[in-house]
């Protein structure tokens, strides 16, 4: 941009927060910008435990707004991407001598009565000696509890909610870095400076810091202001090993040290274990599962498979860090998960909002609030809409995920079974515009490892801000679990090879 742009708002980071803020105001008709240092969900929307839930352990620190905004949430945010969302049902064995059974049942009554569950099944008690969920598990674990609750794929609903504001007008800028912003008069001038070293002025009518991890530093650093709140930086890390149970439903286990751990199936051939909760003092960008981390979730699952978990099972593990309020709990895992958003008003009255907390269940409603606040400064537009415009590709029924992949291979009938299921949960409906006009297999170009194809990729290049190998392979598909060394090499040579003709076009 060569000249000086001017928008409605400016959001800093690309994670949940900001893009869920930069879909609802785009899609409301203001002009909005939007920048991210590095990529898309680099950072806290990736590394969450992947759950679209109430957060049934809130309900011990009383956090029933919380929660109950939540529950509300899980069944609309089902409904508008149900190709990334889906619900799974959760198992809670008994322990003895930890939470008493009388406890744990009055909890998931409220859980289920607290608002919002019309398609979700209710509670229930298990026999674990007859159901299959008993088999994995030490047989002192003779009953459970099951609720409901739903999976997300995190860093896709983050990239998909930055689709959308691209497609309703925003502008949507990766790998760029905020330097300043300054209040000029009755706006803001940002600038930022692009991976390659360009320094562009844009004006901004509003200000959101959705920074995440960073929001306090953006202040400081970036804006020069102080809104009187900090976060609260608390690590939580997780593990992947090779699947440990054949069944489709997930586990909830208590621990001894009050914590709660869970496993749940994971791309297919995996399971999912986490996580851990500790507060953290580094830098946000350089956080990785510790050898302690890993081997408390590993001692943690053991406690109740019969097959002990050990750190050599041990195929991936990747860390987070979550931008709690400093609210001065105890413990770490006591730290609140709501969200606070602070407004200052600037010379002029160009508003600056900082963004403080949250959980991935409930991005659309701060998104929601966020517009509340910053409306009187730069006016009204639009309605409330993200509560039933369905996501890119969610654009089918909740009970229609079966129907979709069939209608897939039938479309394209050399795809496999597990191919078609996994570009259906990826990309929904868009799937087939990720395929194309292909009629084999060859026609998708070359195959960089597992079912990977070049069209896929070329597809997350164009249309999902996708640049380095860890875009593709770690946050827009998951396929780095099956990818050897040399077929991770072969594809981040194509990815250069992409970028060098990018930036030769650009020179031209």
């Not at 209040?183 to 920074?211: C, M, P, S």
Request: net charge negative; glycine share 10%.
């Amino acid at each position: 941009m060569s000249d000086v742009e001017r928008f409605d708002i400016f959001v800093i980071g690309g994670g949940i927060n900001g893009c869920g803020i930069a879909r609802d105001a785009a899609g409301r008709g203001y002009s909005v910008c939007l920048a991210e240092m590095n990529d898309l969900a680099s950072g806290t929307s990736s590394g969450a435990t992947k759950l679209i839930h109430g957060g049934l352990r809130y309900l011990e620190y009383y956090e029933f707004r919380l929660v109950r905004e939540a529950l509300f949430e899980r069944e609309r945010l089902w409904s508008i991407a149900p190709h990334i969302i889906w619900p799974l049902r959760f198992v809670l064995p008994i322990h003895s001598g930890l939470r008493p059974a009388w406890l744990l049942r009055l909890g998931l009554f409220i859980y289920d009565h607290l608002g919002g569950r019309k398609l979700l099944p209710p509670a229930r008690t298990l026999d674990m000696s007859r159901d299959e969920v008993g088999r994995p598990l030490k047989p002192l674990y003779t009953r459970a509890f099951e609720y409901s609750d739903a999976w997300v794929n995190d860093a896709r609903l983050v990239v998909l909610n930055a689709r959308d504001a691209a497609d309703n007008g925003a502008q949507i800028m990766v790998r760029t870095r905020v330097v300043s912003a300054r209040h000029k008069g009755d706006y803001w001038e940002v600038k930022v400076e692009a991976a390659f070293g360009e320094v562009q002025t844009i004006e901004a009518r509003a200000l959101i810091n959705a920074a995440g991890p960073w929001v306090d530093n953006i202040l400081a650093d970036v804006v020069g202001e102080d809104d009187g709140k900090s976060v609260r930086l608390v690590q939580g890390s997780h593990i992947v090993v090779r699947k440990l149970f054949d069944h489709d439903r997930c586990y909830i286990f208590q621990n001894a040290d009050g914590r709660i751990i869970f496993a749940i199936p994971y791309e297919e051939d995996f399971t999912l274990i986490g996580t851990t909760d500790r507060d953290y003092d580094g830098d946000p960008g350089e956080v990785k599962a510790s050898e302690e981390e890993i081997s408390y979730l590993c001692d943690a699952a053991s406690e109740y498979f019969i097959n002990p978990i050990v750190p050599d099972d041990v195929v991936w593990s990747y860390s987070a860090v979550r931008p709690l309020m400093g609210d001065g709990g105890s413990k770490a895992q006591e730290a609140t998960r709501d969200y606070v958003l602070t407004l200052l008003q600037g010379n002029g009255g160009a508003p600056l909002l900082n963004i403080h907390g949250g959980k991935l269940t409930t991005y659309r409603k701060l998104a929601e609030a966020a517009l509340d606040k910053i409306s009187g400064f730069i006016g009204n537009k639009g309605e409330e809409w993200t509560a039933t415009k369905p996501l890119p590709g969610g654009d089918f029924s909740v009970t229609g995920f079966a129907d979709l992949v069939a209608k897939l291979r039938a479309r394209y009938t050399f795809l496999g079974a597990r191919h078609a299921r996994r570009l259906t949960r990826l990309y929904g409906t868009r799937a087939f515009e990720v395929l194309g006009e292909a009629a084999a297999l060859e026609d998708l170009g070359t195959l960089f490892g597992d079912d990977l194809y070049q069209a896929e990729v070329d597809y997350l290049v164009a249309t999902e801000w996708a640049v380095s190998v860890e875009d593709v392979l770690w946050r827009r598909t998951k396929r780095g679990l099956w990818l050897s060394g040399d077929e991770t090499k072969r594809l981040e040579a194509y990815l250069k090879e992409i970028q060098a003709n990018s930036q030769t076009r650009a020179a031209e």
